[in-house]
């Protein structure tokens, strides 16, 4: 049998994190919610959320606080976790804000390794 390999369709590298964010938006049901939440990797134009408790779908908008900066998200794909069922989500940032972590990843790309920061 030969190897499957997974395509990977981004346009630009992830860097590994453990970034504290804030979350905002409406949620399945039509509800307002306001959540703190995980990014284990991040780019300038994305990141993978972890350890969500409310239901959101593809193509849902979203807001992210981090570090005193906004931006708007677009829901790319969801998933649930298995450790509790929380929720995981692939988010792509809205072109016309600007990326909430960008100075993080400047140093990053100066300093090299993971790195771990709270929430707002």
């Known amino acids: 049998m030969g190897v499957i390999r997974m395509l990977d369709r981004?346009?630009?590298?992830?860097?590994?994190?453990?970034?504290?964010?804030?979350?905002?938006?409406?949620?399945?049901?039509?509800?307002?919610?306001?959540?703190?939440?995980?990014?284990?990797?991040?780019?300038?134009?994305?990141?993978?959320?972890?350890?969500?408790?409310?239901?959101?779908?593809?193509?849902?908008?979203?807001?992210?606080?981090?570090?005193?900066?906004?931006?708007?998200?677009?829901?790319?794909?969801?998933?649930h976790a298995g450790d509790g069922q929380k929720i995981q989500a692939a988010v792509h940032r809205l072109e016309a804000d600007a990326c909430p972590w960008l100075d993080l990843l400047s140093e990053l790309s100066e300093l090299g390794p993971p790195v771990s920061t709270e929430a707002p």
């Not at 981004?10 to 590994?16: G, H, N, V």
């Not at 703190?36 to 849902?60: F, M, N, P, T």
């Open 10 to 79: 981004r346009q630009e590298p992830r860097t590994e994190v453990d970034l504290g964010l804030l979350v905002w938006g409406v949620d399945t049901r039509g509800e307002r919610f306001l959540q703190q939440v995980r990014a284990r990797d991040v780019s300038l134009r994305g990141a993978l959320l972890s350890g969500l408790d409310i239901e959101v779908r593809s193509g849902d908008v979203i807001g992210i606080l981090y570090s005193g900066k906004k931006a708007r998200f677009r829901v790319v794909w969801v998933r």
